[in-house]
C-alpha cells in the first residue's frame, strides 16, 4: 500500500527555530563605521630595531654564580621550595 504524498510530510513544528533568526545578543559582522584613526603621536613613523641590551650566555652564568653565593638569595630560594612542598 502506497501512501499519499501529503501524509508523508510531517505536521509538526520543528523544535528548532530557522537559523535565520536574529538573536538579540549577537554582534553584526559588519560594523557601521570604520576604526578611528589612531593620533600620530601613537603611529610609529619608522620600525624600531634596538631592542635593548644583548644578554649573552655568559652574563647569565656570571649572574646565576654571583647570586648562588649570595645568602639571601639562597635563604629566599630555600623559602619558596619551602612554600611549595607544603602546599
Not at 502506497?2 to 509538526?12: Q, R
Not at 648562588?68 to 612554600?83: K, S, W
Amino acid at each position: 500500500m502506497v501512501l499519499p504524498v501529503s501524509s508523508l510530510t510531517p505536521t509538526a513544528h520543528p523544535l528548532r527555530p530557522p537559523v535565520t533568526l536574529k538573536r538579540p545578543y549577537e554582534t553584526p559582522i559588519l560594523q557601521p563605521f570604520p576604526p578611528p584613526t589612531p593620533p600620530p603621536s601613537l603611529t610609529p613613523t619608522a620600525p624600531t630595531t634596538n631592542l635593548g641590551p644583548v644578554i649573552s650566555k655568559d652574563k647569565v652564568r656570571e649572574t646565576l654564580l654571583a647570586l648562588v653565593q649570595d645568602d639571601q638569595f639562597i635563604e629566599m630560594v630555600y623559602r619558596a621550595l619551602q612554600n611549595t612542598h607544603q602546599s
